[in-house]
């Protein structure tokens, strides 16, 4: 048998799942062994031990000035801005996306344009939003709405454009309007897909989420990593770093879920 027709087992196929993780673990273990075997005072690689004491105290001990447990603080700040800027992202592209996707004189009037912006490096335009909206919460949120949305337009549109001509022909036999078709025929259509583009742009909005904190914030995630980089602990910021990566990871799974319990056609598919 071919192995493009194998199959693994359930029980082997999390064995396969889980050997990934378990094998970077042993890695991270013998280089951080090997850096202190030669040089005691290493901070590069902390040892694993070092890593679990480091998120323990973070997770619990408050600030000694305010009183506050930082972790939680920077956490729910990065997730509020995440949230909105995903949000208002998810919502522009969505309606522009089927604005293009069926409207001919939208599209040619509009396709182009986002193409060409999508091509703009949404960091490099940060300088900009920092004098443009300042160094507050609005800044941030419009990076993370910026650097998403034209790649969410552009794959909704498409998605429009790709829905079977005879629904829209049909629909227009029985009398509804550009507006019912847009309701009633595209977007039930359109949402599995919106799901599924905002699961891909989640990376780039964690992306630009930390590139404006570290640059310009006094709380968040980003700002917590490169605010202890100068004292070189590297035990803070791997913990930082694998929380970040777990939210992010339980984020994808949610969106996940939500798309197979709402559209489960779509799954199938």
Known sequence: MRWINKTPGR?????????????????????SDARRAANPADKLLPPPSQLVDTAARLVSEPDRRSGEILFWKDTAS??????????????LGLAFGLLIGLLPVAHAGLNSFVAV??????????PILFIVFGLGELSKVALITIGITPFLIRDLSA?????????IIKAQTLGASSLAIALRVALPQILPRLIQAVRLSLGP?????????????????????????RYLAM????TYVAWITLIAFVL??????????????????
């Open 252 to 269: 994808d799974w949610c969106l996940a879920r939500l798309s197979r319990r709402l559209f489960p056609w779509a799954e199938a598919a």
């Open 78 to 91: 990065s997730l509020r801005r995440l949230a909105i800027g995903v949000g208002l992202a998810a919502s």
């Open 205 to 229: 909005a964690w992306l630009f989420l930390i590139a404006a904190e570290a640059i310009a914030s006094e709380d968040g995630l980003g700002y917590r990593i490169f605010l202890v980089r």
């Open 11 to 31: 029980p082997f196929a999390l064995f396969l799942t889980v050997l990934p993780f378990v094998l970077l673990m042993i890695i991270y273990a013998m280089g």
């Open 159 to 167: 998605r429009t454009a790709e829905l079977p001509s005879e629904q």
């Open 117 to 126: 912006i999508s091509m703009v490096p949404p960091l490099a335009i940060l």
């Open 235 to 238: 035990d803070v910021i791997l």
